[in-house]
Nanobody
Framework: QVQLIESGGGLVQAGDSLRLSCAASGRTFGNYAVGWFRQGPGKEREFVAVADWSGSTTYYSDSVKGRFSVSRSNAGRKAYLQMNSLEPEDTAIYYC???????????????????WGQGTQVTVSS
């Protein structure tokens, strides 16, 4: 089992930055890829970013590429999502998730993840 807890969400203005954290406990965190997903009002949960087990390989959705950055600290058992140049369209509940990493972090679908956090709300006002 891996338990995940997100933090760092809040209300910001367009153009601001925010950093989300995902704290992990349980099984060896370093064996898992960590993904970030979001779910906006009335929308399906969508992929945002993922870091492989080491953090050296990362992938991003087109909508956040160049603005968001994912990182992790295996020693600290944490993952991070740095979000810059936020837009109202980024308003959503953000979730971190963990997938046993057998594929260099190439996990882009919700069903590929075994463990999920409870989510943290990010609201961007215009």
């Amino acid at each position: 089992q891996v338990q995940l807890i997100e933090s760092g969400g809040g209300l910001v203005q367009a153009g601001d930055s925010l950093r989300l954290s995902c704290a992990a406990s349980g099984r060896t965190f370093g064996n898992y890829a960590v993904g970030w997903f979001r779910q906006g009002p009335g929308k399906e949960r969508e992929f945002v970013a993922v870091a492989d087990w080491s953090g050296s390989t990362t992938y991003y959705s087109d909508s956040v590429k160049g603005r968001f950055s994912v990182s992790r600290s295996n020693a600290g058992r944490k993952a991070y999502l740095q979000m810059n140049s936020l837009e109202p369209e980024d308003t959503a509940i953000y979730y971190c998730a963990a997938a046993r990493d057998y594929n260099s972090g190439r996990y882009f679908k919700t069903y590929e993840y075994d463990y999920w956090g409870q989510g943290t709300q990010v609201t961007v006002s215009s």
